[in-house]
């Protein structure tokens, strides 16, 4: 027969039943719960990752902005070309045993990386390895690597017999349509212009083509030794 519960024992199995019940009701609830918090939180997340997004692209759109108006006060402040330098600082060619005029060192200058505006800074240096003569130090400007065709002479300067190092500068100012080229007289011997002579260079350089800065030294006896150390030429 089966076995029959007396009414304790049914009491106790119902409230097993309702524990239970009650038990998985809290469980569904807390899951329940840890999905809305779970929600929340990746709602947050969201949002502080858009605001970031919206932030940066701000920052980088300001950016853009300031760089672009840079860009312009430099275009229309330096000339066409803005603010360019080109330099070399490594010892060209040893010139020794020739009394000619002989090519040290030959830096290429890139068609319109100088246009009309720009005011020219050019800096070269020399040394000597011997104190036997004075040396001749000229530059050009050309368009082929040689001093054979249209070579424009930029400066000359002496360097006398005891010295071991000369450093000669000079400014050039690009005037009209980017050809006219004004300059210190290049025929007369001097470290700088920062000084007086009797007459204004005027050169007639085409810098919206590909040129050639080209320095020469002409010793003045076959045992000395020369070189060019340093080329810069940059515009302001």
């Known amino acids: 027969m089966p076995t029959q519960l007396d009414p304790e024992q049914i009491s106790g199995l119902t409230s097993s039943i309702s524990n239970l019940e009650t038990a998985d009701s809290d469980l569904d609830f807390r899951i329940t719960l840890e999905d809305s918090i779970n929600d929340a939180v990746d709602a947050s997340l969201a949002a502080r990752i858009s605001l970031e997004d919206s932030i940066n692209d701000e920052v980088d759109a300001s950016l853009a902005s300031q760089v672009s108006a840079l860009q312009q006060l430099i275009l229309s402040s330096g000339g066409g070309s803005g603010l360019n330098a080109i330099q070399d600082i490594y010892d060209g060619t040893i010139v020794t045993e020739t009394m000619s005029e002989t090519i040290s060192k030959t830096m290429p200058i890139p068609s319109n990386t100088f246009a009309e505006g720009n005011i020219i800074d050019l800096v070269v240096r020399v040394k000597k390895n011997t104190t036997t003569a004075p040396v001749m130090v000229s530059a050009y400007i050309s368009q082929s690597q040689t001093l054979y065709g249209q ?71 076959m045992t000395e030794e020369s070189v060019v150390s340093l080329c810069r030429i940059f515009s302001t």
């Not at 690009?174 to 005027?202: A, Q, V, Y």
């Open 151 to 221: 070579s424009d002479r930029v400066f000359q300067a002496n360097m006398g017999s005891f010295e071991r190092f000369i450093q000669i500068s000079r400014l050039l100012t690009i005037r009209i349509n980017s050809f006219e080229t004004e300059l210190f007289d290049p025929l007369f011997p001097s470290t700088t212009d920062m000084t007086t002579t009797s007459k204004t260079g005027k050169l007639q350089i085409d810098w919206q083509s590909d040129n050639y800065l080209i320095v020469t030294v002409q010793n003045n006896s």
